[in-house]
């Protein structure tokens, strides 16, 4: 599957530290090699994995591509970004 970030994910990356960089691209690796799991409510397009017990990854799947559409280090700025989409 090919693999696809986001301006807007990368940017996240970018402020996280290299630790939790790390735990972000090996969770992205294991989604490549299995589908999309837990799809988010609400008719929204996209999926969420839970990277850590607070981090949050945002993808979607199109046409054999995963897109990685946001990274968040705390549930409280999943939450806040998700609260907005309502």
């Known amino acids: 599957m090919e693999l696809e970030y986001s301006d807007d994910s990368l940017k996240d990356l970018q402020k996280f530290e290299k630790q939790l960089q790390a735990f972000f691209i090996r969770h992205v690796e294991k ?24 981090a949050r990854l945002l993808y979607k799947e199109k046409e054999g591509v995963l897109q990685i559409v ?17």
């Open 70 to 86: 946001r990274c968040f280090a705390t549930h409280k700025e999943y939450e806040r970004w998700y609260n907005s989409m309502r």
């Open 31 to 54: 989604l490549q090699k299995m589908p999309p799991r837990r799809h988010m409510r609400h008719g929204l397009p996209w999926h969420v994995e839970n990277v850590t017990q607070q």
